[in-house]
Antibody, heavy 113, light 106 residues
Framework: QIQLVQSGPELKKPGESLKISCKAS????????MQWVKQAPGKGLQYMGWINTQTGKPTYADDFKERFVFSLETSASTAYLQINNLKNEDTATYFCRSGPDYWGQGVMVTVSS | DIQMTQSPPSLSASLGDKVTITCQAS??????IAWYQQKPGKAPRLLIR???TLESGTPSRFSGSGSGRDYSFSISNVESEDIASYYCLQYDNLRTFGGGTKLELK
């Protein structure tokens, strides 16, 4: 069946970087773009942007044009979200989403000194 | 980016009530709005796309309407399983979520 499986929770310090993964299965990876959504604790959903899985071209929402990088490993049907120079306000759950409405389970990222 | 103003932020309803949530876009979004339900600890679930098209499996008590900049989402005959947060999402230009509405039982 169709699944998006994300990597595990992360605990990082301010200024560090991280890279989380989203592995797709059950469909052709390049049929759909991969999108990323942030949800801070107790807060709403925030659309981060998307990456074209055929060309690798990323598009970022205004709030995510600095420090955030979307990438692909197409041969492994995997998308990545890298966050550089982590800040406390990056503490959140990050979801990947693709296709008609396939979602990963979310990755909890905690940034704390 | 297009901004989406969703109201109210929270809603208290009794079982069987009808509730309505609104979203106003900062510009015309040509009916490209979807509505999501999210329960605690879970990924969002798409209920309605293109203003009023129910996804497979969405109960008929859910409905959507609107045009231009102004859109609404309703649940008639609220059931206990509807207790959740709801979000609008415009997808006319990139994507933007509304701020969300938390539906609670009165």
């Amino acid at each position: 069946q169709i699944q998006l499986v994300q990597s595990g929770p992360e605990l990082k310090k301010p200024g560090e970087s991280l890279k989380i993964s989203c592995k797709a299965s059950g469909y052709t990876f390049t049929d759909y773009a991969m999108q990323w959504v942030k949800q801070a604790p107790g807060k709403g959903l925030q659309y981060m942007g998307w990456i074209n899985t055929q060309t690798g071209k990323p598009t970022y929402a205004d709030d995510f044009k600095e420090r955030f990088v979307f990438s692909l490993e197409t041969s492994a049907s995997t998308a990545y979200l890298q966050i550089n120079n982590l800040k406390n306000e990056d503490t959140a759950t990050y979801f990947c989403r693709s296709g008609p409405d396939y979602w990963g389970q979310g990755v909890m990222v905690t940034v704390s000194s | 980016d297009i901004q989406m103003t969703q109201s109210p932020p929270s809603l208290s309803a009794s079982l069987g009530d009808k509730v309505t949530i609104t979203c106003q876009a900062s510009q015309n979004i040509n009916k490209y709005i979807a509505w999501y339900q999210q329960k605690p600890g879970k990924a969002p679930r798409l209920l309605i796309r293109y203003t009023s098209t129910l996804e497979s499996g969405t109960p008929s008590r859910f409905s959507g309407s609107g045009s231009g900049r102004d859109y609404s989402f309703s649940i008639s005959n609220v059931e206990s399983e509807d207790i959740a947060s709801y979000y609008c999402l415009q997808y006319d230009n990139l994507r933007t979520f509304g701020g969300g509405t938390k539906l609670e039982l009165k």
